[in-house]
């Protein structure tokens, strides 16, 4: 079939299997070309990957598998592709990441299910012991909007909503590349509470317990979970919000883990970028498009596996331990956050007006790299071309054989 995006309320709903596969070697490659500065660290030789599939979570185990050679053990949660209809974008990436690894020789396991159920956990502590194996980096990068929790069942669902009043902001329809003022009504006391739930440290912490039971984590292990600060005309939506009480806990969870002893837990703070579900936030498409922008202009733009290219080698793998802000956590905002980028950016986002989006907005810039997240737009993909959902298209590594990917 010939598959082109479907997008429906600017959620995408399918992927492009030979885009997905080629994206994922593009980052690949990009690690593959820096190899030599990681051989000079000492690097994790044994990671377990947490929402391994995607977005900062899938350039993390790439890093981690492609620059240092560690054994990389991924969870996420995908819809398999039918004959008749694709499958998520994971889906695919993972298939693509598999292949390579076992290409290259790098041993890996990729897990398809539900992170925050127990029964994950065993499957992921069951493995470690068959492959005799200890992790010395757990990477937690889950994004979900719902969690059933393991013990009760309840089900609790994630909003990104402002506290205590109602957020009023300017943003852009990636698609249309209309300008509209956003309301968003405030969260209820249940909202916020559901929200912690589903993206506070509560299932990071039952991870690290569950594997420190079970022997599975090495004396020097080290955590890391994902969060966003932002600026601070975002905060009344984000920091300020219910995501942000969520990331409060996330950091706290942090804090915990680390004076228990058992582990070094950090939360490092990573740079805005287009995700899937980037383009559903309020304010985001347009502060995210003038601060591409801006970078570009600046030569200061950086993707994904930019990102955690420098979380792992001037972070947490450099010899040293790692830097962190006043409230303990990892910084690779830094150059987002800059007084310079950020002032030019707030005067763009004050005067942006239909007549100059495009000259102060990149806003072409965040629609690309929303359909590339889904692999659509991708250079060199034939996309009038017939192709089956089912093929996975991965190329160099597709002749090799496979660890098992477990189904969960
Ligand atoms: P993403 O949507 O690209 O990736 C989320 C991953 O979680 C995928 O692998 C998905 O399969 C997996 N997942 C979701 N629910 C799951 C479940 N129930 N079981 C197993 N796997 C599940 O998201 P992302 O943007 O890479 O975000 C990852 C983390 O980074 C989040 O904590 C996010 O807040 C943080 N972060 C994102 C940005 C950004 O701009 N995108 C910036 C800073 C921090």
Not at 8 to 16: E, K, L, M, T, V
Not at 252 to 274: C, Q
Not at 380 to 407: C, F, M, N, Q, T
Request: with cysteine; aromatic share 8%; hydrophobic share 40%.
């Amino acid at each position: 079939m010939i598959i082109k995006p479907m997008v429906r309320n600017n959620i995408c709903i399918n992927a492009h299997p030979e885009g997905c596969a080629l994206e994922t070697r593009r980052q690949i490659e990009s690690i593959l070309l820096r190899r030599a500065a990681y051989d000079r660290l000492a690097g994790p030789k044994t990671v377990l990957v947490v929402g391994c599939s995607t977005g900062y979570g899938l350039a993390s185990r790439i890093v981690a598998a492609f620059g240092f050679g560690a054994t990389t053990l991924g969870v996420s949660f995908e819809r398999s592709p039918s004959e008749s209809s694709a499958g998520t974008p994971g889906w695919y990436n993972n298939r693509t990441f598999d292949d390579e690894a076992a290409a290259a020789a790098l041993r890996g396991r990729s897990f398809d299910g539900d992170a925050f159920s127990s029964g994950m956990k065993d499957q992921v502590i069951a493995a470690a012991r068959e492959m005799g194996l200890r992790f010395d980096l757990v990477v937690y990068s889950l994004a979900s909007p719902v969690r059933t929790d393991p013990v009760t069942g309840a089900v609790y669902r994630s909003v990104i909503k402002p506290i205590g009043g109602v957020y009023r902001g300017k943003t852009v329809d990636p698609f249309s590349k209309a300008l509209s003022l956003a309301e968003v009504q405030p969260a209820t006391a249940e909202e916020i509470a559901q929200t912690v739930k589903v993206m506070g440290g509560e299932d990071w912490e039952l991870w690290i317990d569950a594997l420190r039971e079970a022997d599975a984590l090495s004396p020097s292990a080290v955590t890391v979970a994902y969060s966003y600060v932002g600026p601070e005309l975002s905060w009344p939506i984000y920091r300020d919000g219910t995501i942000g009480r969520a990331k409060a806990h996330l950091e706290e969870t942090a804090r915990r883990l680390s004076s228990s002893g058992a582990i070094r837990a950090y939360v490092s703070i990573n740079k805005a970028l287009v995700t899937r579900a980037s383009a559903v936030i309020p304010v985001i498409p347009l502060y995210v498009s003038v601060l591409y922008k801006v970078m570009k202009e600046r030569g200061i733009h950086e993707d994904c596996i930019d990102q955690m290219d420098r979380l792992f080698r001037d972070r947490l793998y450099s010899g040293a331990k790692p830097a962190v802000d006043s409230e303990g956590r990892i910084r690779i905002d830094e150059l987002e956050m800059g007084a310079a980028v950020q002032a030019e950016v707030g005067a763009r986002i004050a005067r942006v007006d239909d007549s100059d989006l495009s000259k102060l907005a990149d806003v072409e810039g965040f629609r690309l790299d929303f359909l590339r997240a889904h692999g659509f737009a991708v250079d060199g993909v034939d996309y009038e071309a017939d192709i089956s959902p089912l093929s996975s298209h991965s190329g160099a590594g597709a002749a090799a054989p496979r660890d098992a990917s477990v189904k969960g």
